[in-house]
């Protein structure tokens, strides 16, 4: 068994923590954050002082197919989230479209509504309980290389050129701290979204890390809210709104506690100067049909929570035939951001992880190419697809958002057939449980959208999703009703 350190001790890190410690795995995880996660829901959200995970007080929800896994892979992780509060949702049941009720099968829309700070807290938990080292206050300052490049290889001569006359990769024997050098077989990179790594490698010699990133992003305004008697303002609302300039998220979490978050796009300037006034805010919300109910809780945030630069990136770390680094994997938002509007990185980051393990459970760390180039392939197959489905999403909606400020339909033929699937999905509950089964990434989804009843019915009603601009006010009403 293996030596490991893991970076990052949020979710993304704890999950992978977990995975690997489950495997027999000596884990050591180094946190930079000093401030241990408080024992109960409210003071972890109001007194948990961890300004390594910015996005704590944003909108979160994972997706149905996080639980399936979590469930599957980390049931004490569930059960630990589960004791502290967090409440298992379906995420089809309050959607208008269903016009009914659940029935057999449904479940697999099931998943884990809470405020991101007593997820964290959960696992932090979890994670300890199974034994795990979690140091806090402990920040990577950089990485420990081996003086040449492979530690052992099949390939490699004195000098650190494989035989066949290509460079060898740097190997990776441990990181720089601010408490020394820590050594291990291989260190698993889960700090985040603003991860130093491509300057890590920089400074030990590795060639400039490629990146896929998107120019433009999101913005994310939320507040949270609670309601007099815990129960949500409506039991019957979509949880996603996709509106001209905006979209509306509604999101149940724990203890009676619900989040309402606007999105905007984040060169609009307009909207990110007039939305961080929480008057603007309430107005913008009661744009959308029935949101006004949801504006009557208790608030549990003041003002308004403002995130920029959401946008899609991925680091092209893992060219298998010729890895860059070995003794190093990059996991979860670190290897590839999504924008959080289609809710997809805490699932992401699980995924990654098991992916991981199963890597280590075919190649170990013996021979650290074997085990680069196998977990490369892996993340390429699996995690690579859905990074690209998201840029395609990002990419559309962005135009979309364009057009309207601009007072125009907007005109794709495959965007206008995902719009057109979502507007049927308002219709027809098997519409609406295929797309939501696409949308949170279950098995099987990409079967039911194929299905040719459901394709015809798509196609039939792309002229009508082509001519209409989305519902709900023009720009000139939505600046009007903000103050702009
Ligand atoms: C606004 C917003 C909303 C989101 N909403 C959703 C959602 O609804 N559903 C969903 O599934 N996902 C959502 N996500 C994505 C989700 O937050 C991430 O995918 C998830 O946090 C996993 O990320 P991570 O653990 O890899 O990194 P992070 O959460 O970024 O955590 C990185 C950790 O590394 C630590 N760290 C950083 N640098 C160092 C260092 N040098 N040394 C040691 N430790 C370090 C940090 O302190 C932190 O603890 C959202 C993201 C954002 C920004």
Known sequence: MSKILVLGAALGGLQTALLLAGDGHRVTVLERDAHRAPADAESAWSRWRRPGIPQMQQTHLPLARWLQLAEAHLPELVGRMTAAGAVRMNVVAPEPGLRGSLRAGDERFDTLAARRSL?????????????????????CRGLHRSSRGLHSSR??????????????????????TNEGTLTADLVVDCTGRRSQLPSWLRDIGVREVGEERGRR???????????????????????????????LLR??????????????????????????????????????????????????????????????????????????????????????????????????????????????????????????????????????????RTTFYTHHRLAEMDAHAAGLPYRDPDWSRSRALVRLAQRDPDALRAERAAAHLLPGAREELRAPALADAVARLVPEVEQDLPPGPSRAELLAAIGG
């Open 119 to 139: 997820l964290e807290a959960a696992a932090t938990e979890a994670a300890e309980a199974a034994g795990i080292d979690i140091r806090r206050g402990v920040a």
């Open 155 to 176: 390939d490699a001569g004195a000098s650190g050129r494989a035989r066949s006359g290509r460079q060898c990769p740097v190997h990776v024997t441990g990181v720089e």
């Open 217 to 247: 992003g999101f913005v994310y305004y939320s507040r949270y809210f609670r309601s007099a008697d815990g129960a949500l303002p409506t039991s019957t609302f979509p949880l996603v709104v996709e509106h001209g300039s905006l979209g």
């Open 251 to 388: 999101i149940p979490a724990d203890h009676g506690s619900y989040s309402v978050c606007l999105v905007s796009r984040g060169d609009d300037l307009q909207l990110r100067h007039l939305l961080r006034r929480e008057a603007a805010w309430s107005a913008a919300v009661r744009q959308f049909p029935g949101a006004e109910l949801w504006l009557d809780g208790h608030p549990l945030t003041d003002g308004v929570r403002i995130m920029a630069g959401l946008s899609d990136r991925k680091r092209n770390l893992y060219d298998t035939e010729h890895p860059l680094v070995t003794g190093l994997v990059a996991v979860g938002d670190s290897w590839a951001f999504t924008v959080p509007t289609v809710g997809r990185g805490l699932t992401m980051s699980l995924q990654h992880g098991l992916v991981l393990r199963d890597a280590l459970r075919r190649t170990g760390t013996g021979e650290p190419e074997d085990l680069v180039a196998e977990f490369g392939r892996a993340t390429d197959d699996s995690l690579a697809p859905v990074y690209r």
